[in-house]
C-alpha cells in the first residue's frame, strides 16, 4: 500500500516571498502520478500540479513548481511570489494509474498555508 | 461547463439513519470517485465506479454504498449512520485517462 507524509502541520509566509511545502511517499511502484492540491476556506479541492514519475524534468505551473526527487520518494511544492489568495490547505496526493478506470488518489494530511500581508 | 456538482450542500442526520449523497460528474467524463474528509485531515478513499460498476473500494464498511446511473452520476448511501460519518464528502469525476476534478463536497453532520 502507498503512504503520504507531509510532515509540517502548518506554514506561514510574509507575502511576495517564496515558501516550500514538503511531502514524503513510499511506494514499491516504479510508475506513478503525484500531485499537490490545494483547498482553500471553500472546501473546493483544485489541482495545482502534476509530476509523472517517468519525466525526470521537474513541472512547473506559473508560480508553482515541483521539485520530484524518485530515488528519495520526495515531492515538495514551491510557490513563488507568494498571494494573499494562495492560502489555503494544501495536499500532496500520490495516484497509481490502472489499466481501465483511474485508480484513487491516496493523500497526505495536508499542511495549511497562511500568507500574511 | 458546469465542473462537478454535488447536493445536498450541508446535510443534518441522527444517529442510526440513512443518507444519500449525489454527484453530477464534469462533462465528458465517465468515472466517478468517493472520498471521505475528516475535519482537519486528508480525503480518503471510500470507491470508485465505472460503467455503473464498483471498481475500487477502500477500508470503508459495508454500510457505505454506491451507485452509477447510465448518465454517469453517481450516489453514495451510507446506512445505519454513526457518529464518526461525520465529514465532509468529496466527489471527483475524471475520463479514463485524466485527473480528477472534485466537487465543492456534501457536509454530514452526524448527531
Known amino acids: 500500500a502507498q503512504t503520504v507524509t507531509q510532515s509540517q502541520p502548518e506554514m506561514s509566509v510574509q507575502e511576495a516571498e517564496t515558501v516550500t511545502l514538503s511531502c514524503t511517499y513510499d511506494?514499491?511502484?516504479?510508475?506513478?502520478?503525484l500531485f499537490w492540491y490545494k483547498q482553500p476556506p471553500s472546501r473546493q479541492m483544485i489541482l495545482v500540479i502534476r509530476?509523472?514519475?517517468?519525466?525526470?524534468q521537474n513541472a512547473t505551473e506559473n508560480r508553482f513548481s515541483v521539485n520530484f526527487q524518485k530515488a528519495a520518494k520526495s515531492f515538495s511544492l514551491k510557490i513563488s511570489d507568494s498571494q494573499l489568495g494562495d492560502t489555503a490547505m494544501y495536499f500532496c496526493?500520490?495516484?497509481?494509474?490502472?489499466?481501465?478506470?483511474?485508480?484513487?488518489?491516496?493523500f497526505g494530511k495536508g499542511i495549511t498555508l497562511s500568507v500574511r500581508p | 461547463d458546469a465542473g462537478v456538482t454535488q447536493s445536498p450542500t450541508h446535510l443534518i442526520k441522527t444517529r442510526g439513519q440513512q443518507v444519500t449523497l449525489r454527484c453530477s460528474p464534469k462533462?465528458?467524463?465517465?468515472?466517478v470517485s468517493w472520498y471521505q474528509q475528516a475535519l482537519g485531515q486528508g480525503p480518503q478513499f471510500i470507491f470508485q465506479?465505472?460503467?455503473?460498476?464498483?471498481?475500487q473500494r477502500g477500508n470503508f464498511p459495508d454500510r457505505f454504498s454506491g451507485h452509477q446511473f447510465p448518465n454517469y452520476s453517481s450516489e453514495l448511501n451510507v446506512n445505519a449512520l454513526l457518529l464518526g460519518d461525520s465529514a465532509l464528502y468529496l466527489c471527483?469525476?475524471?475520463?479514463?485517462?485524466?485527473?480528477?476534478?472534485f466537487g465543492p463536497g456534501t457536509r454530514l453532520t452526524v448527531t
Open positions: 471527483a469525476s475524471s475520463s479514463r485517462a485524466g485527473e480528477q476534478y
Open positions: 511506494t514499491s511502484e516504479n510508475n506513478y502520478y
Open positions: 509530476q509523472e514519475a517517468y519525466k525526470q
Open positions: 496526493a500520490f495516484m497509481k494509474p490502472n489499466t481501465g478506470a483511474n485508480s484513487k488518489l491516496t
Open positions: 462533462s465528458g467524463h465517465d468515472t
Open positions: 465506479y465505472y460503467e455503473e460498476e464498483e471498481r
